[in-house]
């Protein structure tokens, strides 16, 4: 089970940071990932980590946000900054065997959390 939070209304610039807790699986075999959804689009892969802690971001993301995890607390975190209305959708954390950009390899995904970049 993957359990996101965090999100919430932010001003354009402006930064959050979203959370992800793990549990019912060896978090530290699998690779993480964040992704996000806006109506009538695909999911859209934003920033992945490794079990070794190698990274891989999305170019519309690079440089404003940071993927982190703590194998010691089953946790996985997305740090943003600069924040912009395009950013605007639901954030979603999953987790995979497999070291991917791509949604379809991953097996548990959290339920969602909303982030509004607005004035």
């Known amino acids: 089970q993957l359990q996101a939070c965090g999100g919430g209304l932010v001003q354009p610039g402006g930064s959050l940071r979203l959370s992800c807790s793990a549990s019912?699986?060896?978090?530290?075999?699998?690779?993480l990932g964040w992704f996000r959804q806006v109506p009538g689009k695909e999911r859209e892969g934003i920033a992945c980590?490794?079990?070794?802690?190698?990274?891989n971001y999305a170019d519309s993301v690079k440089g404003r946000f940071t993927i982190s995890r703590d194998n010691a607390k089953s946790m996985v975190y997305l740090q943003m900054n600069s924040l912009k209305p395009e950013d605007t959708a639901v954030y979603y954390c999953?987790?995979?065997?497999?070291?991917?950009?791509?949604?379809?390899?991953?097996?548990?995904w959290g339920q969602g959390t909303l982030v509004t970049v607005s004035s």
């Open positions: 980590i490794n079990n070794s802690g190698g990274t």
């Open positions: 999953a987790a995979s065997t497999v070291f991917s950009s791509r949604a379809n390899p991953y097996d548990y």
């Open positions: 019912g699986f060896t978090f530290e075999d699998y690779a």
